[in-house]
C-alpha cells in the first residue's frame, strides 16, 4: 500500500532531550516536506527537501533539523525541544517538486508532540 | 507576502443541506489551488486541484470553482452528509517550490 508512515505517532517529552520523528515514504517521490499544526495557525512548512541531499528551510525552521540522506526517509530532528515545540506534525511527500511544489501531497498520519 | 484566506472559519450545517467555502489568496506567481480534506486526526488528503485555465472542477459532491482575475476560490458541498465533518484547506502553489496554506474551515454536519 501506498503511503506515508511517521513515527512515533505520539510522543510527550521534556524540555532539552533530543528526539527523532521519522518519516518514510515508498512511493519513490522526490519531494518530501514537514509541517506543524496548531490550533489557529493552520499547518506551516518547517523543512521541506526536493530531492535526496537537498532541503531548505520552510516558514517555521526554527529549533529543528533534517536530514534526507535517502530518497524514501525524511527524518525531523528536535536537538533541545522546548514546550513552544508542542504540536502536531505531519510529514507529507509528492512526486515531483518540478511542477513548483503543486504537485498532490501525501500526508502521514501525523505525530502529536507534548514538550513538558 | 503570499496569503490564503479561508472563510467562514467554521460553520455548522444540517445533514443533507448545500455550504460553500471561501478562499481568497495574494499569492504570485500563481501555480495551481488545491482544495484537501482533513479529518479530526488524521493528515489532509486532496480534493481537487485547480489550475489557471479551469474554473470548475468536480469531485463527487464536491465542486470547486476558482476565478483566477479576482484570485478567489470557492468549495462547494452538495447534500451534505456526516461524514463531510472536517476541516477543508486551501493550498495554494507559489511557483517557487513554496506552498501557501489557509488556516481551513471547519465544517461540522449534523442530523
Known amino acids: 500500500e501506498a503511503q506515508v508512515t511517521q513515527n512515533p505517532r505520539y510522543l510527550i517529552t521534556v524540555t532539552g532531550k533530543k528526539l527523532t520523528v521519522t518519516c518514510s515514504q515508498n512511493?519513490?517521490?522526490?519531494?518530501m516536506s514537514w509541517y506543524r499544526q496548531d490550533p489557529g495557525l493552520g499547518l506551516r512548512q518547517i523543512y521541506y527537501?526536493?530531492?535526496?541531499?537537498?532541503?531548505d528551510k520552510g516558514d517555521v525552521p526554527e529549533g529543528y533539523k533534517v536530514s534526507r540522506k535517502e530518497k524514501r526517509n525524511f527524518p525531523l530532528i528536535l536537538e533541545s525541544p522546548s514546550p513552544n515545540q508542542t504540536s502536531l506534525y505531519f510529514c507529507?511527500?509528492?512526486?515531483?517538486?518540478?511542477?513548483?511544489?503543486?504537485?498532490?501531497?501525501?500526508f502521514g498520519p501525523g505525530t502529536r508532540l507534548t514538550v513538558l | 507576502k503570499n496569503q490564503v484566506e479561508q472563510s467562514p472559519q467554521s460553520l455548522i450545517i444540517l445533514e443533507g443541506k448545500n455550504c460553500t467555502l471561501q478562499?481568497?489568496?495574494?499569492?504570485?506567481?500563481?501555480?495551481?489551488l488545491r482544495w484537501y480534506k482533513q479529518d479530526t486526526g488524521r493528515g489532509p488528503v486532496s480534493l481537487t486541484i485547480?489550475?489557471?485555465?479551469?474554473n470548475t472542477k468536480s469531485n463527487g459532491r464536491y465542486t470547486a470553482t476558482l476565478d483566477a482575475d479576482t484570485k478567489q476560490s470557492s468549495l462547494h458541498i452538495t447534500a451534505s452528509q456526516l461524514s463531510d465533518s472536517a476541516s477543508y484547506i486551501c493550498?495554494?502553489?507559489?511557483?517557487?517550490?513554496?506552498?501557501?496554506f489557509g488556516k481551513g474551515n471547519q465544517v461540522v454536519v449534523i442530523p
Open positions: 507529507a511527500s509528492s512526486l515531483t517538486s518540478r511542477t513548483s511544489g503543486g504537485d498532490e501531497q501525501f
Open positions: 512511493m519513490n517521490h522526490e519531494y
Open positions: 527537501s526536493m530531492n535526496v541531499e537537498v532541503t
Open positions: 478562499c481568497n489568496y495574494t499569492v504570485s506567481p500563481f501555480s495551481n
Open positions: 485547480m489550475t489557471f485555465s479551469e
Open positions: 493550498v495554494v502553489s507559489a511557483g517557487n517550490n513554496r506552498l501557501a
